[in-house]
């Protein structure tokens, strides 16, 4: 099974809090990853981002999925 | 300055591919990290998801945002 | 009125469970429908994805608005 | 192998079509399915969604990922 | 005809610019509008937000769809 | 500190309601705004978009992050 999503990170769930219709999962990622972000051109330039770059990749918890083998 | 995103995960810029429109960046995360999804309530009962289960963190790279200090 | 969404399914709904904040709608999609799907171009080269394959669109939920006429 | 996602549509690709960065793949659903749509309660509330609506379920294309086993 | 989403901004296309798959379209938003977010209680709580505070709504420009009457 | 995505609308938090895991902040935008979408090339055609064209820019409220300083 292959999947489009291009970042699939491994790690252990450290907690699990239920709503009525949504729950939080927190999950340990342990080894290194490489992430990848598909944004606007207009934002690389803005930032003038660069092989090399110190940044941050932000991601909302409501664009999380999960997978359990 | 705070942000509601739970995920803020620090790396370096690995690769930038720029199209007309959007553009590819690939960053490296080193450190270890705790990543936040909110899902619904019935896919955690449906995968049975509880502590310690190992499990990956499936993201859509347009998902993906970037901040750079 | 005409969306820049390129999916619309009609169909109807077959339960409604409301929470404090969030609720959880389910539709019985009928009618056979094609869906878009705009991805990485990388995954489409990954996954070697082509005309006459046969795949899964997924979509998590928290992703998916309704439209009422 | 199971995910949080609660929609996973099977169907066939129709089209494929590559940018530089991103693609568009056109996937023809057949088979009826059920969709789940987590949206505010308020929003349920403002449109009065109940059991037997017809609406249409909307989804961004950037929004849906694909499986290919 | 009525959304389930909750944000719809009025405004004026001041540019378009196409690509291969995707396109950017920036729209002049004139007159003051109330935009609703739905993130995490735990992200409200580590943020102190509170009524009466001065912050900022932030969207990934692949979040927004538009509607044409 | 310079974020990627495109749309940071500055306002003040007129209502906070929390759930158990997630809330729903509303804020009210004053000044006028230009907001960016990325929405596909087919759609931009199939609504003949262009500039001077009115219309509605539409978010889905799960896909609304905030920032406060």
Same mark, same amino acid.
């Given at each position: #099974?292959?999947?489009?999503?291009? /970042? ?9 809090? *239920? ?6 999962? *927190?999950?340990?990622? &342990? ?22 770059? &110190?940044? /941050? ?7 999380? #999925?999960?997978? *359990? &083998?």
């Amino acid at each position: #099974m292959k999947m489009s999503a291009r /970042n699939s990170l491994k790690g252990m769930v450290v907690s699990v809090e *239920k709503g009525e219709i949504t729950a939080s999962v *927190k999950i340990k990622i &342990e080894s290194p990853e490489v992430i990848t972000a598909i944004i606007s051109k207009e934002a690389v330039e803005d930032l003038d981002i660069k092989e090399g770059d &110190e940044l /941050n990749a932000v991601i909302k918890s409501t664009e999380v #999925m999960v997978i *359990k &083998e």
